[in-house]
Structures are given as structure tokens and as C-alpha cells.
């Protein structure tokens, strides 16, 4: 990923994988949900949850066994673009 951002143009400035802590929050979100059922408890009124809507549940579940299984990885990532060669032409009105 890094290598095609780079051929793309970009300048990576900062690049850090979270795949490990995508997978501990993973592990965490499925502790919490087993808890709640549990206990028959509801979701908390707010949470990422709200956003996702009803399939949540499952998104965060199949994001976590990706994870798990390195099928997928997650990253934080402060890219700049390359100076280019060209000019920039402003115009004013």
C-alpha cells in the first residue's frame, strides 16, 4: 500500500500500522457485546454503533476475524503530495 501511494505521487510523512490495536478493539467490542447479552442489557445510547447503523454488529465482527487473519490491516497514515514540476496558473476575477 505504502509503495503504491508512493508511485501515486504522495510523500508519506507519517505511517503507523494499527492493525494490532484494530484487533485488541475488536476483541473488546466482542467481550462488551457478550456481556450485554448476557445480562440482557441494550447498547449503550451512543457509540460508533449510531454511525454504522443496524449491521454493525456484523461489519465489526468480520473487520476483526479480517484483521485476526491478516487478511486486512489498518493504518494511520499523514501523506503530502509532491511538489509538482508544472505551474500553477491563478487567475483572479
Given at each position: 500500500?505504502?509503495?503504491?501511494?508512493?508511485?501515486?505521487?504522495?510523500r508519506?510523512?507519517?505511517?503507523?500500522?494499527?492493525?494490532?490495536?484494530?484487533?485488541?478493539?475488536?476483541?473488546?467490542?466482542?467481550?462488551?457485546?457478550?456481556?450485554?447479552?448476557?445480562?440482557?442489557?441494550a447498547s449503550?445510547?451512543?457509540?460508533?454503533?449510531?454511525?454504522?447503523?443496524?449491521?454493525?454488529?456484523?461489519?465489526?465482527?468480520?473487520?476483526?476475524?479480517?484483521?485476526?487473519?491478516?487478511?486486512?490491516?489498518?493504518?494511520?497514515?499523514?501523506?503530502?503530495?509532491?511538489?509538482?514540476?508544472?505551474?500553477?496558473?491563478?487567475?483572479?476575477?
Open positions: 500500500m505504502r509503495r503504491t501511494l508512493e508511485q501515486a505521487g504522495f508519506v510523512v507519517d505511517w503507523k500500522d494499527r492493525s494490532e490495536a484494530g484487533i485488541s478493539w475488536s476483541a473488546e467490542q466482542r467481550r462488551a457485546r457478550a456481556a450485554a447479552q448476557a445480562t440482557g442489557g449503550p445510547p451512543l457509540g460508533l454503533h449510531i454511525a454504522m447503523g443496524p449491521d454493525f454488529p456484523r461489519l465489526s465482527a468480520n473487520l476483526g476475524r479480517n484483521l485476526s487473519e491478516r487478511r486486512v490491516g489498518l493504518i494511520q497514515a499523514v501523506l503530502a503530495t509532491r511538489p509538482s514540476s508544472r505551474a500553477l496558473i491563478c487567475s483572479a476575477r
